[in-house]
């Protein structure tokens, strides 16, 4: 079964760090196009970083060289390093698989389930 699962989320002060992981089960996370989204809840489901074949990052503009989107092979897990937190970064932070079709093989898109950020003094 395919499967995305985040971690990492918590509870940090105004200007700290947090790192989430999104550790794929029968996904390869290295051949899949990945994406952070955020929510807050009440509000639409806003895109955050992606990164594509080759690992090329895209950021949202907010994002504004705090955060770094990355992958290991080895560990089947995607990475989102979140520094300079500012409390309108509180969101609940998910993991995403684009969909992927190779020839007549789709693979589906993947949501995990969310990983909670909360940024308060």
């Known amino acids: 079964q395919e499967q995305l699962v985040e971690s990492g989320g918590g509870a940090v002060q105004p200007g700290g760090s947090l790192r989430l992981s999104c550790s794929g089960s029968?996904?390869?996370?290295?051949?899949?196009?990945m994406r952070w989204y955020r929510q807050v809840p009440g509000k639409q489901r806003e895109y955050v970083a992606a990164i594509l074949d080759g690992d090329h990052p895209y950021y949202a503009d907010f994002v504004n060289g705090r955060f770094t989107i990355s992958r290991d092979g080895n560990k089947n897990t995607l990475y989102l390093q979140m520094d300079n937190l500012e409390p309108e970064d509180t969101a609940l932070y998910y993991c995403?698989?684009?969909?992927?079709?190779?020839?007549?093989?789709?693979?589906?898109?993947?949501w995990g389930q969310g990983t909670l950020v909360t940024v308060s003094s």
């Open positions: 029968g996904v390869i996370v290295s051949q899949r196009t």
């Open positions: 995403n698989a684009v969909l992927k079709r190779v020839g007549s093989t789709t693979y589906p898109e993947l």
